[in-house]
């Protein structure tokens, strides 16, 4: 499995990014797609993650509710994740990820993820 990041920048504060993240190699339908982010200094966190298939249910970290979104377009097989009104404390190298045995409780677990992309640098000034 390979997972490409892309769409990362330098933005302003309340501008938008839109990430994607293409994936080949996968041969299962039914897999969770998510992204993390990982600022310097501190730990890989989770962001955004779509359980299991497109349309499944979705799962947000608490700073981006309501200002990111996560799709997916199968045809395509790439992930996005929209970010809208972005703030300087979203700066960070971001990840998307797949699991394929992954539990709706254990989302936010890095560590239950089996592929990472990457990473895509999103930068964000004042």
């Known amino acids: 499995v390979q997972l490409q990041a892309s769409g990362g920048g330098l933005v302003q504060a309340g501008d938008s990014l839109r990430l994607s993240c293409a994936t080949s190699?996968?041969?299962?339908?039914?897999?969770?797609i998510s992204w993390f982010r990982q600022a310097p200094g501190k730990e890989r966190e989770f962001v955004a993650g779509e359980f299991r298939r497109s349309g499944g249910s979705k799962y947000y970290a608490d700073s981006v509710k309501g200002r990111f979104t996560i799709s997916r377009d199968n045809a395509k097989k790439t992930a996005y994740l929209q970010m809208n009104s972005l703030k300087p404390e979203d700066t960070a190298v971001y990840y998307c990820a797949v699991a394929t045995r992954l539990i709706a409780s254990t989302v936010t677990d890095r560590d239950q993820y089996d592929s990472w992309g990457q990473g895509t640098q999103v930068t964000v000034s004042s």
């Open positions: 190699g996968l041969t299962s339908g039914s897999i969770t």
